[in-house]
């Protein structure tokens, strides 16, 4: 059973910079992809950043710039660099992994972390 733990999360002045994780436990096969979705209070979850296990990236409009994913293969572990950070930052940050079975695609989701910019 595949398992997410994040970690990072924080209370963080508007311009400050935090670096999330989520180290991802169990197998998790050679094709998949690692995200970050957060969500505000009231509102729904949306796509921040994704990487791909062969390291393809793709970001929301309003993180490019300021944001950076990355992984590490070795320890099936995924990074949310957050610069620039501005109060609409502010929500929970979730880890999801999405894993690649034939044709198959299986979401597993992390519990989320909580960010909060003040301004």
């Known amino acids: 059973q595949v398992q997410l733990v994040e970690s990072g999360g924080a209370l963080v002045q508007a311009g400050g910079s935090l670096r999330l994780s989520c180290a991802a436990s169990g197998s998790i096969g050679s094709n998949n992809a690692m995200c970050w979705y957060r969500q505000a209070p009231g509102k729904q979850r949306d796509l921040v950043a994704a990487?791909?296990?062969?390291?393809?990236?793709n970001y929301a409009d309003s993180v490019k710039g300021r944001f950076t994913i990355s992984r590490d293969n070795a320890k099936n572990t995924v990074y949310l660099q957050m610069n620039s950070l501005k109060p609409e930052d502010t929500a929970v940050y979730y880890c999801?992994?999405?894993?690649?079975?034939?044709?198959?695609?299986?979401?597993?989701w992390g519990q989320g972390t909580q960010v909060t910019v003040s301004s």
């Open positions: 990487i791909t296990s062969g390291g393809t990236t």
């Open positions: 999801n992994l999405v894993v690649v079975v034939v044709s198959i695609r299986i979401n597993y």
